[in-house]
Structures are given as structure tokens and as C-alpha cells.
């Protein structure tokens, strides 16, 4: 039977809500992705305050991103406490506007991950980019070089996102788009780019020669899937697990779940 999306969505909701009460978080480093403040481009960014104060209230530790990757290299987790650090992909106005503001008012510093080709597109560009490539139904602008400066320099990171957003499972540009990315990024904000996520987040979204690549050039690369195992590809990709701000606090730490190495 045909089921509209808004009763799945509720009975989602519900569900998550329910199990998360069944289900403390557990200890170990999480990583969280996510997009962007809201789909809804008037919301107030108090919602990620709240969802920050929510799980500080449920004992959790937020973390820097570059110590959780450290942590997570090292294989030093903690086995007391549950710590989540803040990842942001394709590099919307909104990270630098909304997000870091919040992420900055508790010293926490997050990465970045941006397209090149999204912040140097003319309009036709980022509009395809909204409707087809990121599939997002909402006007949003990238961040601009200026802005990515302005983070940097207060320590978040900016990583690759690969050039245009491509799929890189057997993409013949894939070289182009991963490397290109890390060249661009290092001459606009004047600094190093070790980190990369690859478009997508699946793992049947890359692919063992772009997987070659990429470790070629960056000391990081994350997937957004398979969050229960801290590892993908033999050890060689970190794994996220995705949220946005505007979600309820219960369902994100329903997804703070214990983890295998
Ligand atoms: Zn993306």
C-alpha cells in the first residue's frame, strides 16, 4: 500500500523518539555530518543551540574535529565518555552565517567540506548544482572564498568535497575532481587541505582507485555511512553518520550507538 511521505515521516519520528528513550548513547567518538542549518531558509539558528545544549544536557562531550580524528587514527576512544564532533558538507552560506556562530560560541571547531566549482559557479551552474547534483529543494547560496578565509583562520577546517560534486565510482575524471579540488582550496584560503570527503557518502560511492587517489593527497577521507564501524576500505575512511541542526535532539542521540573499529 502507498504510504505519504508525511505520515512516514511522522511515524519516523515517532519511532526514533520512542527508541532513543530505550537507548542511551554510547562511549566512543562520533563524527556527525551534516548540510545545513534547515531546509527552511527563515530558521533561527537557535535550533542548533538547542540541540548543542540538549546533548550537552545528556552528558555528552563535543569535541573538536581534529581531535576526534586523531582519536579516531590513533584508536584511543574513550571508553567513559560519548564524544561528537561536527562535520558540514557542500559548503553552504548558512555554515558560515547560522552554524559557526553557534559552533563558535562553545570554542568548537568543525570541518568544512566545499565544492570549488559550486563557490566559482555563475548562476545556471549553482542552480543545477541545488536541483540535480546536491537534490536539495531550496535556494541556497555557497559560501564564498571570504568567508571560507574567515573560518580557517579561526582554526575550523576547510576540506575537498571533490570539485563539482561528482560521483566517483569509476568516474574517468575522478583524478581531476580530487585533486584539483585540494589545489584550489589551498590557493584561495592560503593554507593546507588534508581533508577529504568523497560527494555522496555511500560507500558504493567510491571505489578503490579514487580510494588510491585521494590517499595520495589527504591525511583524512569520510564516508557519511555505515556509522556502527569507525572504518571503511581496510582502515582508510572514517565513517560519519549524517544529521542536520534542525533535527530533534532524540533522534541524534538514538544514532550515538557503540562502535567496532
Ligand atoms: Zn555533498
Not at 581531476?176 to 588534508?194: F, S
Not at 555511512?225 to 575512511?237: A, C, I, L, P, T
Request: glycine share 4%.
Amino acid at each position: 500500500m502507498f504510504m505519504n511521505s508525511n505520515l512516514r515521516k511522522h511515524i519516523r519520528h515517532y519511532t526514533l523518539n520512542l527508541l532513543s528513550l530505550m537507548s542511551k548513547p554510547k562511549p566512543g567518538v562520533h563524527i556527525l555530518n551534516g548540510h545545513f542549518l534547515s531546509l527552511n531558509n527563515s530558521t533561527s539558528n537557535i535550533v542548533f543551540k538547542i540541540l548543542l545544549e540538549k546533548l550537552i544536557k545528556n552528558g555528552i562531550n563535543l569535541i573538536n574535529i581534529q581531535d576526534a580524528c586523531d582519536k579516531i587514527i590513533n584508536k584511543s576512544f574513550s571508553i567513559k565518555n560519548c564524544e561528537v564532533a561536527f562535520t558540514f558538507d557542500d559548503g553552504f552560506e548558512e555554515c558560515f552565517t547560522k552554524i559557526a556562530p553557534v559552533l563558535d560560541s562553545y570554542n568548537l571547531k568543525a570541518a568544512f567540506f566545499v565544492n570549488p566549482g559550486f563557490i566559482d559557479g555563475n548562476e545556471n551552474y549553482r542552480q543545477n548544482f541545488l536541483k540535480n547534483i546536491v537534490c536539495i529543494n531550496s535556494p541556497k547560496n555557497p559560501m564564498s572564498w571570504n568567508q571560507l578565509i574567515k573560518l580557517k583562520n579561526n582554526n575550523h577546517i576547510i576540506g575537498a568535497h571533490t570539485l563539482d560534486h561528482q560521483r566517483l565510482q569509476a568516474a574517468p575524471e575522478a583524478e581531476t575532481q580530487i585533486v584539483k579540488c585540494k589545489e584550489l582550496i589551498q590557493e584561495k584560503t592560503n593554507g593546507t587541505c588534508d581533508y577529504f570527503a568523497f560527494p555522496y557518502g555511500r560507500l558504493e560511492d567510491f571505489d578503490e582507485l579514487s580510494l588510491q587517489i585521494a590517499s595520495k593527497y589527504y591525511k583524512f577521507i569520510f564516508s557519511q555511512s555505515d556509522y556502527r564501524n569507525y572504518f571503511s576500505f581496510q582502515g582508510k575512511v572514517i565513517n560519519r553518520r549524517h544529521f542536520e541542526c534542525d533535527w530533534p535532539h532524540r533522534h541524534v542521540l538514538y544514532f550515538l550507538k557503540s562502535k567496532s573499529i
